[in-house]
């Protein structure tokens, strides 16, 4: 006998994407109504859409509840609800300071995969309103950043030892 994790990240039946993506078109709806549509949210959508016969129901699931989730702060922040100022200001100083330290890792070849995805993450959630993510998502790919430069640093100078075999 053997067990299966049960996580919402497992798998998604497809009535919860087609569910997900009438609530982000719903939500988009709204936007257009307010006039805070952005193109990027109906772009997520689309590609929502796209993926659903390919079976990609997880994905397009959370293709769509970011778009709504987007779509939902815009129409909060048109209808005058107030964002915390501060948290946004240091929610875009945090994704400012990973951006750079993925660029001066990249400058010597030391940029970790995931860095960027992270850093655009952070910036999903900073759009979504969810600055106290954003922030803890965009210091760690900085310290991602910064590690990778110095792992590339440490580096430079490193060669094989005589026992490893160069391919011939």
Known sequence: MFALPMTSAWATHRSEAEQAIEEAQAAYAAAVKAGVASEETASLIKEAEAIMPDRQFTKAKELALKAMKQDTFAVEQAQGATVDGGAAKQAEAAIAA??????????????????????????????????????????????????GYEQAIGQQGATFPTYVKKPQ
């Not at 890792?105 to 999903?124: F, H, L, N, P, Y």
Request: aromatic residues 4%.
């Open 98 to 147: 990973a951006e750079a330290a993925r660029k001066k890792a990249s400058s010597v070849g030391g940029e970790w995969r995931d860095t960027g995805k992270m850093i655009k993450e952070a910036q999903d959630l900073a759009n979504s309103g969810d600055f106290a993510a954003a922030i803890a998502l965009a210091d760690s790919a900085r310290r991602q950043g910064e590690m």
